[in-house]
């Protein structure tokens, strides 16, 4: 278990404001001269680190010295000790000249200490000279390259000078393979200069050559890029109270920039009544064949007062739904007006302004209230009856909010007939009415996959149309009918069910920069308002997530999000790539700030310069790549940006999408987070996680633990089913006995009961085996189990890997002592979590007569325990945001400010981290923030 830190452990806040690192190497050791010791100049017989000319040195004070007194950063510089004589610094680099790359050489110098001595008036200039040698310190040449009378502007400041050389240059070109001898020389003709010369920081970087140029016009204007254009949709019936009662959730919406929310849903919008919630997404009370006795307690869903608390917590906009299939459908038109009235009403009475309205959903699909027609009467939606309820409910909704953009929802396929002919109708009725018109893009629905996506160069929504054609053919199709007011909206959209949700090989980073593409598209067209469905679907099985959160964490697509959340507010400039498969989206902001895109689709790393037509980029503020870096979960990396003759150039790392800020400042004071420590304690061997089938909240979780089933949509709680055993298959007696159990069927998506168990005890975690009870109920009832890793962080063990199973089970019925499973994981070439690590598993049955014939999963657990010889671990917590760098350092006084790295440098998504770091008596900590 985990104890509250004690008098050993103290948690501290510290804020750094460094800038964002460079990603490639500095061959240049000892770049700050923090290792020269003594008052020695660096010694001329290193063959590592620096070396100095022999001239006119001596034991004590060698021409070329080191300085405590003036230096530009950390405790030590170099100095050039003598206005008369001269002297150098040198490096023999392990780099040999490549005439494909360029190199960056910078250095920090200042000028200080002007002579008395009134014959040494020299202008104060030093020079780098490159030579080059066939082998690692061997006998150097000069190659012919010099860079003469560097200095800074002015004196007794520091100024950093940096140098570009071309390595095609035909006086290196010649030396083509030979190693680098770097030197900073005061030549000759500076001999008796005016000041003496202080340098630090330096470095020596090499840069491939650009493979294109990427053309950035920010004179040429399309449009600017709305709040709403990145929103995401909520479902009212699938987020209990406690997913948001810890203000994570909603710490994590507002800190990616969702720019707004939809409730209460899709579907469920027309089903659902504002003001007496019934918890069952899909089922209308107003039916008179439902029995109330099913409404869920109100702790199991979002209310609208829930809603409203989560927009004041994010500042996401507000976008309401109106019910209009109810009242048709029940025949109670009525009270269905005056209850979207009173909606409105009672939102601006808690002082909320409502800005987008949206009138039901797909009411062309069998899915809507009407349509389901469970009135048995025959009648559905068509495009008349739905744009004349539109004008009465509109005329309900605008007596309170006059100036709200309501929208109206239509067939997805703008090219086709059927969506002209009803657009032609709607508008006929409703033109003064609606402002937006809604459809709905899932891409390559019941065939995506990865390896399509690749193909598509680039990606279609169908018909061989992109999504940003379509955006734009949909809003001139608006303005050719003659409703220019009229604009597309999207309120759902994401990657559509397909074969990638069973490829062991796809993860939640494909999926991830798959929709950036979409996103993307939806930006060059200009979409008005755009909203992935959906923010979080806690039943869905965390293999195949697609959305931005899931049970309160952020998936790998809550960093594009963020990424693409900078958009808001700019307007989108003209840009083009010259390659095939990689695609750029550039926009500029009224502060002089301009943010460039670039999703690299190929399999290729690219070099690329940024021509920012008749644009000064004064500074890169921050650059960003979102890349899989082997766990495919996606994470943020800083994206190295340099300069070469004024052109930046970055390298684009293949299949990644990347994003770079100019001339603005980022956050320079991040968000203080409160930090907390905990002592990490062993858990013995036992149970880690149980539940005993009457909920889907655990029965069992042991502390450090966190665990999950996906819910209901892969299975029933049947509360007439259970084990009367009262044990977790044989080896734990702690199950309850009362009636309750996870009933399964053999249809595809009811089959199988999904659970996840997440380590965060600080401490690596063994996992033992897989304990639970069953039965097949009937003859027809599956008789066959499996136990699957669905995915997770153990090493060596494929998605989708078959653990475990059984076939043959004989039926048992409903409610009795149920057949006992203890399937060991011995067999796994990995089951050791580290703190952090998720593992997802599967119960799967199959081989049934019938798919109405239920078995039931009963007593679910996972045993094991922390590993025996793990070190003392402190768990430091807190809630991180993304893009922001910390780390934490540890020291053993306080006083004497020597403070040391406990973690490294930690990029992390948003919401609640913890670091284990190894505990140390007396032990002080805090946390270093860059933002």
């Known amino acids: 278990m985990m104890k509250k830190h004690n008098s050993a452990v103290l948690s501290l806040l510290f804020i750094s404001a460094a800038g964002i690192s460079g990603a490639t190497t500095n061959w240049i050791d000892d770049a700050s001269f923090e290792a020269l010791s003594g008052w020695d100049q660096p010694n001329p017989t290193n063959t590592t680190g620096w070396i100095s000319s022999e001239t006119g040195n001596t034991a004590n004070w060698g021409w070329v010295s080191r300085e405590v007194s003036i230096v530009k950063s950390g405790d030590q510089a170099l100095r050039f000790t003598h206005w008369a004589g001269d002297a150098s610094a040198y490096q023999n680099l392990g780099l040999t000249i490549d005439s494909s790359k360029t190199y960056e050489i910078s250095f920090a110098m200042r000028l200080d200490n002007q002579s008395a001595n009134p014959a040494q008036t020299n202008d104060t200039v030093i020079g780098v000279v490159i030579s080059t040698s066939p082998a690692l310190g061997g006998t150097y040449s000069w190659s012919g390259k010099s860079i003469y009378n560097l200095a800074p502007s002015t004196t007794g400041v520091w100024e950093t000078i940096t140098l570009h050389i071309d390595g095609s240059d035909p006086l290196l070109a010649e030396e083509q393979g030979e190693y680098i001898q770097f030197q900073l020389k005061k030549f000759q003709a500076a001999k008796n200069s005016e000041y003496q010369i202080f340098i630090d920081d330096v470095s020596f970087r090499e840069f491939p050559a650009p493979d294109g140029v990427v053309s950035i016009d920010p004179s040429v204007d399309t449009h600017e890029v709305s709040g709403m254009a990145m929103g995401g949709g909520l479902v009212y019936s ?317 998936n790998a697509s809550a960093l594009w999000m963020w990424m693409f959340s900078k958009a808001a507010d700019r307007t989108v400039v003209e840009s083009s790539s010259p390659i095939s498969g990689v695609y750029i989206l550039s926009a500029k902001g009224d502060d002089g700030s301009l943010v460039t895109w670039l999703l690299n689709k190929t399999d290729v790393e690219y070099t690329l310069e940024m021509n920012t037509v008749g644009f000064t980029v004064n500074e890169v503020s921050e650059a960003w790549t979102l890349v899989d870096e082997g766990d495919g979960r996606g994470s943020l990396a800083v994206l190295d940006v340099w300069d070469v003759n004024g052109k930046k150039q970055s390298t684009f790392p293949a299949n990644s999408l990347s994003m770079i800020g100019c001339n603005y400042a980022t956050n320079p004071v991040p968000e203080q987070p409160v930090i907390t420590s905990e002592i990490a304690e062993p858990i013995s061997e036992g149970l880690l996680l149980a539940w005993d089938g009457g909920s889907e909240t ?234």
């Open 238 to 554: 699938w987020y209990p109270d406690a997913l948001f009662d810890d203000g994570e959730m909603a710490h994590i919406i507002k800190d990616i920039g969702i720019g707004g929310l939809r409730w209460p849903g899709g579907a469920v919008v027309t089903y659902y009544h504002w003001d007496d919630l019934n918890g069952q997404g899909w089922q209308d009370h107003w039916n008179p064949n439902y029995d109330r006795a099913d409404d869920l307690p109100a702790h199991m869903f979002q209310d609208l007062d829930e809603y409203l608390e989560l927009i004041d917590e994010t500042g996401a906009e507000i976008m309401l739904g109106v019910n209009m299939s109810s009242g048709i459908e029940w025949d109670r038109e009525a009270e269905a007006i005056a209850e979207a009235s009173n909606l409105m009403v009672y939102v601006q009475h808690q002082g909320y302004d409502v800005n987008y309205i949206y009138f039901d959903n797909e009411n062309f699909q069998d899915g809507n209230n009407y349509n389901r027609d469970d009135d048995n009467d025959g009648e559905a939606w068509t495009p008349e009856l739905y744009a004349e309820k539109f004008n009465l409910y509109a005329a309900a909704v605008k007596a309170t909010f006059p100036d709200a953009r309501l929208i109206a929802n239509a067939h997805n396929n703008v090219n086709g007939s059927r969506f002209l002919s009803d657009m032609q109708i709607m508008l006929g009725i409703a033109e003064s009415n609606i402002d937006l018109v809604d459809v709905h893009y899932y891409w390559s629905w019941d065939t995506a996959t990865w390896d399509i996506w690749k193909s598509q160069l680039p990606m279609q929504r169908g018909g061989g149309q992109t999504f940003k054609e379509t955006v734009e053919y949909a809003n001139n199709l608006f303005v050719s009918e003659g409703y220019p007011h009229v604009r597309l909206a999207i309120l759902e959209w994401n990657i559509a069910p397909g074969p990638w949700e069973t490829d062991p090989n796809h993860t939640k980073f494909k999926t991830a920069l798959m929709q950036s593409e979409i996103q993307m598209q939806f930006l060059q067209a200009g979409l008005d308002i755009g909203m992935l469905w959906a923010l979080d679907v806690p039943s869905v099985d965390p293999a195949s997530d697609r959305h931005a959160i899931h049970n309160g964490d952020p």
């Open 698 to 931: 655990p029965a069992f979780v042991a502390t450090g633990i966190n665990g999950s089933l996906a819910s209901s949509t892969f299975y029933e709680i049947d509360d007439t089913a259970g084990s009367t055993d009262g044990s977790y298959g044989s080896a734990f007696s702690t199950a309850a006995t009362e009636a309750s159990a996870f009933a399964v069927r053999e249809v595809e998506g009811a089959d199988r009961v999904t659970f996840t168990l997440k380590n965060e005890t600080g401490l690596p975690l063994r996992l033992d085996a897989v304990h639970f009870d069953y039965a097949a109920w009937w003859e027809d009832s599956p008789h066959d189990i499996a136990l699957l890793y669905g995915s997770g962080d153990l090493e060596g063990v494929t998605n989708q890997t078959d653990i475990q199973t059984v076939t043959g089970l004989s039926s048992t019925g409903k409610k009795n002592n149920y057949a006992d499973f203890d399937w060991t994981l011995s067999g796994l070439p990995d089951r050791v979590l580290a703190h952090g690590e998720v593992v997802n598993l599967n119960l799967v049955v199959s081989n049934s007569g019938a798919e109405w014939a239920n078995g039931a999963f009963d007593n679910l657990a996972l045993s094991g325990g922390t590993v025996s010889n793990s070190a003392d671990t402190v768990l430091i917590s807190w809630r991180a945001e993304t893009g922001t760098k910390y780390e934490v350092m540890e020291s053993a006084n306080l006083l004497s400010n020597d403070w040391n790295s406990a973690s490294g440098i930690l990029i992390e998504n948003s919401g609640d981290i913890s670091v284990p770091v190894e505990l140390k008596t007396p032990s002080f900590y805090r946390l270093e923030i860059e933002p």
